[in-house]
């Protein structure tokens, strides 16, 4: 897991895993292993940023990296450190960034939580308040707390559902393209 | 079309124009038809170019979350297009991520129009490619500048075909039309054109059967190359017969020039014939008297005269009866001339062997072989015949006097379909640069002291061959022999035709 081909690979990896779902042919099935929940959610993760609007004075640029923060417990590894790897985003370039509290994330676009802990996630929220950073997380009942997108699985399909007024509210935009792949979309979310 | 070489230049003309207008026609048709087509085929690929842009537009985020029940619902809106047999969004590793077909389980479904990417565009967003049976079109997805799928969308050509269709049916109609317009508008111009042609032909035709040249052509109402052949036609007619009427005419002149020419000749024949059986006749007086008064003079005095005279004497009465010889023969020339012919079916053989007969004299002491062919039975004067037949026969006992044996032949011969007697010998003959010579009268081509003879002989002869409207010949070397060759009229037995 360390090196060149490795983590490419990994990225290989990530990247097909979008196409595993019920239309993958049963060859392929037998030919690469099952990518993990993780490593979606990673790929996920690098493909958010695509389908979201950040307000006039914050508009994603090439001057500065593209930061995807995760705070609390990282469920990751170096598995979302290889799905950014080398992707840029309106000639961002994707950098994972861990960051120790809510305090700590002026730079970041988007914030993924790892607690599931349901205070705990409430508090971060209301400490970043309408910072215009894009809330992620796979806590039951995410949205409902006001984060903005909250990783569900449906089956052994890794899907997200969206909370649309919590984006409006902290001035982001998202793509009805995004909405559209949503399980579901909340409009009236505290 | 080949069958049509023989047919009248009027069904040329027609078929000539149908082809001209059909093929130009086609032609047009075909090429308009192929460029609309080409049109078409051009329009379709837009067409399915701009639905791959959009169905990869709505996919790509179904692509990137994994949702294919969206990219379903995508590909679900080209059911508006019929023509759309299928349609597939296929993973960046070219899986087969959702698929849309017209019509569920029809053979276009199969995995193998499903699942794997023919030739999907490398390098390239797009690519198409025309199949039997439709048009298949390849476009990747992009999304931010990053390929993330590809499209691949199938349309069937019924709309090209029905187009296809349509624009033969429209190019047959009206190639049909056409060709029945071209028909009955060059059956109705061709009159113009053709129908002088053709009375040209037949006017050709019945002068060159008839020989009449006083025939022309009807004039041809226009004024083209047909009226000029028209014109120059008949006046080359009027030519034709101007020359025709003019060698008639020179032909009757002669005629008559020939006849009045005749006419005198004939007269002054008669005349010539006339003077020298006169002056024969008249002549005959004054030598019967030298003859007779030397004949006297040799019995009363004979035998006084001394040796000198006595020879002088009978040079005298030699030459007398020379010359009794001399006028004999012209006054049988002369009387050949003035005699009719008593024309009867004769038998040469008896003649020929009476000749003989009487030639015993001329003979006797001789040693000559007679070779005595058969003769025919002609139309002739029986005496006038005997005198030919004596003259040549004694002329090749003369000329065979040095032969030792001498061969003497008569017989008859076909030459050309005529019938020739002949007399061969194997004398001395004569030397053929002078034949034209031998049958004038007093010529003699030998000399008088090798083979006697007056000259008037052959003259005699060719006179009544000739009388009897035939003609003769010889044909000789010198000391080859020679042989004489005569004609005359065709043999008809048992008729007296006393003219």
Known sequence: ?190 | MIGIRNHSIRQKLTWMNMLVSGAALLLACTAFAGYEMEDFRVALVRNLSIQAQIVGANSASALLFNDPDSARNTLAALKAAPDILFAGVYGADGVAFATYSRDRGAPLATPESVLPLPDAPAGRTEAHWFTMDGLVLVRAIEFQGKRIGTVKIQSGLTALRDRLIGYAGIVSVVVLVSLLAAFVFSSILQKATARPIVQLAETARAVSREKTYSMRAPEAPNEDEIGVLTVAFNEMLGQIQERDTALQAARDELEQRVARRTAQLEAVNRELESFTYSVAHDLRAPLRHIQGFSEALEEDCGARLDADVRKYLNSILESTRRMDRLINDLLGLAHVGRQELHLRATELDSICRDVVRDLAPETQGRNIEWRLGHLPVVDCDPGLMKQVLYNLLANAVKYTRPRDPAVIETGQTTLEGERVIFVRDNGVGFNMKYAHKLFGVFERLHRREDFEGTGVGLATVQRIVHKHGGRIWAEAGVDRGAAFFFTVGSPVPGRNRDA
């Open chain 1, 1 to 190: 897991m360390s090196g060149g081909p490795a983590s490419r690979a990994l990225h290989f990896l990530a990247a097909t895993a979008l196409f595993y779902g019920l239309n993958a042919g049963p060859n392929l099935r037998a030919q690469a292993p099952k990518p993990t929940e993780y490593e979606v959610q990673a790929a996920y993760l690098s493909n958010f940023g695509r389908f979201v609007e950040w307000p006039a004075g914050a508009k994603v640029t090439g001057s500065e990296p593209f930061n995807v923060c995760v705070l609390g417990p990282d469920p990751f590894g170096l598995l979302l450190d290889a799905a950014l790897k080398g992707e840029t985003i309106f000639g961002a370039p994707m950098v994972a960034k861990r960051v120790a509290g809510p305090e700590d994330t002026s730079g970041c676009r988007i914030l993924y939580i790892g607690s599931s802990k349901s205070e705990r996630v409430k508090a971060i929220l209301a400490s970043l308040g309408t910072a215009g950073i894009l809330t992620v997380s796979d806590a039951p009942g995410f949205t409902k707390l006001g984060g903005m997108i909250q990783f569900v699985l449906e089956g052994d399909r890794v899907r997200f559902e969206i909370n649309l007024s919590a984006a409006q509210r902290s001035g982001l935009i998202m793509s009805s393209e995004l909405l559209k792949v949503a399980t579901a979309v909340r409009r009236t979310g505290q």
